[in-house]
């Protein structure tokens, strides 16, 4: 008689619904007449009014509700005459099922986000948590969804890998060697003895392995866990992240830049569309202008620009910039804001780079100075994602290796991919946390990801 | 005028209709007259037929193509006098992208699964893991969908923790100290030097985190990568593996067993709606009766059984075990099939287990002896999901981690989560491999991850 369903549910059912709901209170008013709870079942931003009367048997018991108890609540829905909800229930039955007291931290009043980090357990609990990770759960979904529709077979790379893990650079060493006392041959690790038989530590990237299944599935995608061991501390670096690499057979740098348009508008629209109560809470409180903002990137064309010409509009930009603009130098985050926001005024693709900048693997152009890399630079954040043609011409791509002085050996399957069935094709990484970042207008990554790990930091 | 399509639409596609296949030659057959090449992009099991005649300029170099070369087509599509094709492509231009030949490992010819792990880059473009990896994204698409419609929140829980790093036990290390010579004090390793300032491993399961969010959320799942460091090879243990783990606040062991029921029977209807052609090839090629095994999960009402009384059936089996049969004892593979293929004759849970073989996190049954636990049985493997209700009563889970000899101090998060707003919860953990092993007939875990990690391999 009473179906359970979800807070969500009954605030979209019609009056005179039987129904029960279980949740956590947000807030527990009590007068002698009457008693208010705001029921939270974290399914959407909204709380449900729960109106309990003195003629419930445990009316003094709901009356000494602490913030955050769980409780189960049956009645019906009824309209409200209150401002800003259009239904409430009027409780025929309050169940107390987990009771919360003075000492929970989550009292009603404002923490700071470095508090609420602190208490990462429980700040799923909050407005502006509850929100973040809704948008989060429901864009991971969104991007399933795209790539599925658009025939993109979905990868999962390895996670450990031998790659790169001769130098140490930014990557986390994986072993079941004892470290008190590590096998040594001449005074050196002797990963011969370690659980792979070799050295190998946490991946930077799927893009590699992702190649090798482009050039049998013709479109995939991945979207898993990637590592930096970087000692750095700021708002927008995290050890362990997620990241989405889609990657096309047959495909050149102009289908990648449609492909990273498309995506990213449809990711802009979805948000707009599916989460908009999360959204219009973070345009209120977080970062006003955030739905404006968003709204523009999701209707507008993306413009593109190459590197040589966007070198010549910061040469002559009416301001000085901090580092210099040179052609062969790296652009800066000065530099890409300068390009989005003053010059385009909107998203554009920053294509064509000195080879000297880009990675290894990214194609050679005609002009032997650039290669067929791009970036992806938008309003107020810069660069959000990078990509680029591979390099598909065997005997090109291991004269670059050997140039950026590269092993040849531990890639030789790499290298194997260009020797049989080789094609143009092409990809980019767009990192998931950035994303939600700009999606949400949240400033930290820490207050974007469930349990972030920076250095010193691995709680819970 | 010529659309480019895939393989899969081009099969699909009416005749007369002109368009473009980009993909690589499985074969090439070359006479006289006419050219046949079997065209695949790895959309879809299927190869396209291609028929290009002498009239084509460079007739020649199709016919000296080697298996595996890349190429593009463009014709018409018309209907094909060959059996098991209803259409063919008339070529109008072969256009060689990347060429192959007789040094490509994969000529047409049987090789063995053993062979095919070596080149693991290469693998996908098979018919076998062509079949295995696409079943494997489209059923990772459906986990999500299946949780998405059901109003379950996604959680990436982390893989790099702090939790169990005490004990070496199953998990591999991960760090940035110098393994050639770590910072020890008093002869151990000083962690607080590591990048996290304690020592950190990766994760063997994201239960404990996302219980935290089943308290704020009601239903979460999460699906990521998870790491043993087990030195056994079997065909059914890899280092790295996914796993799905979903948990639900205000939910009890038969809440659980009915989710899990409804999840395991609504992916193997996937498979059988949305994978059809690879399943056949699996139940033609791989293992005879896939089809009709999986069809009678999807179709069947699964059984539940006590503990006790499944002791009770195996002491009174007709046949001796290997094993020994005793309440109190865990139950082996052996009990397990025999379990589900003679007592019950389909897929059952087994319910309410002995405390003492179960963890710490499970709830304690009234008799005081037995916990809340399931494993979902079915026939031809055994055990295939593990779950329980957990222990939400604090006094009742500290005293069960004393009795374990677990420590309470790094888990005083957890604790946390049944201080304030405490509820009866439950949730289960399928290993993604097991279940592709399942519903494709792949008998070794190698054989259904792109880049397999066990013990002394992390190619690729």
Redesign the interface.
Known sequence: MYKRV?V?QALASGPETALEV????RTVRCGKEVAFIALN???CFGSLQVVAGPSLANFDEICRL?T???I?VRGRVVPSPAAGQAVELAAEEVRV?????D??PLQKKRHTMEYLRTI???R??TNTF?AV??V??SL??AI??FF?EH?F??????????NDCEG?GEL??????P??K?P?VG???DYSAD????A?G?TVSGQL?GE??A????DIYTF??T?R?E?SNTSRHA??F?MIEPEM??ADLQDDARLAEEFFRYLCRHVLDECHDDLAFFNDHIDKGLIERVRQVADSSFAMMEYTEAIEQLKKAPISFSFPVEWGLDLQSEHERYLTEQVVKGPVFIVNYPKEIKAFYMRRNNDNRTVAAMDLLVPKVGEIIGGSQRE?RLDLLEARMAEAGIDPTGLW??L??R??????HAGFGLGFERLLMYLTGMENIRDV???P?T??????
């Open positions: 979800r969500k279980r949740g956590w209170a079942d974290g399914s602490g955050g108890s769980a189960a099922i987990g009771p919360s007291d000492s929970y990462a357990h429980l799923p609990r509850g990770f809704r989060r759960s991971a979904q399933h969804r599925s025939g077979l979905y990868v999962h790379t390895p996670i450990i890998t031998g140490a986390f060493r994986v072993t079941t060697l470290l008190d590590p040594l005074g050196r690790v659980f792979f038989g070799q190998t946490l392995e090798l299944y050039l049998a599935f013709s898993g866990p590592f061991a000692n050890a362990e997620w057979a047959f598909e399957w790499y194997d991919s020797r049989w069935g080789s094609c143009p990801i469930p349990f790990r250095p010193r930091h691995a709680e819970f």
